[in-house]
């Protein structure tokens, strides 16, 4: 059973920057690819960037492109999310996803392995 759990989320203003992390209790990163999304209050889950089990390949949502940047270390079990430019649209819980297949997509039932979620709230 893979064990996903997220960090960094919190308050920030508009404008400001956070980095999300989500790290694996196994060597998952090296045969999965991984993903984020978020989910709003009365909104479906939604994919924001995905990343190849290589590291090579990445993929945004339109709404995050420009803005965020996934990333992961394998050697340390752990994906990244950096946020820039946030906006009060950005506000939601997000979570990391972790399927075992190459590339990330965007559907999220896709996904075998979900984390807890961390809440990133931006105030305009």
């Known amino acids: 059973q893979v064990q996903l759990v997220e960090s960094g989320g919190g308050l920030v203003q508009a404008g400001g920057s956070l980095t999300l992390s989500c790290a694996s209790s196994?060597?998952?990163?090296?045969?999965?690819?991984m993903g984020w999304f978020r989910q709003a209050p009365g909104k479906e889950r939604e994919f924001v960037a995905g990343?190849?089990?290589?590291?090579?390949?990445?993929g945004y949502a339109d709404s995050v492109k420009g803005r965020f940047t996934i990333s992961s270390v394998n050697a340390k079990n752990t994906v990244y999310l950096q946020m820039n430019s946030l906006k009060p649209e950005d506000t939601a819980v997000y979570y990391c996803?972790?399927?075992?297949?190459?590339?990330?997509?965007?559907?999220?039932?896709?996904?075998?392995?979900w984390g807890q979620g961390t809440q990133v709230t931006v105030s305009s």
């Open positions: 196994e060597r998952t990163f090296s045969t999965y690819a």
């Open positions: 990343i190849s089990w290589s590291g090579g390949s990445t």
């Open positions: 996803a972790a399927r075992p297949c190459t590339r990330a997509v965007v559907d999220p039932n896709q996904y075998h392995y």
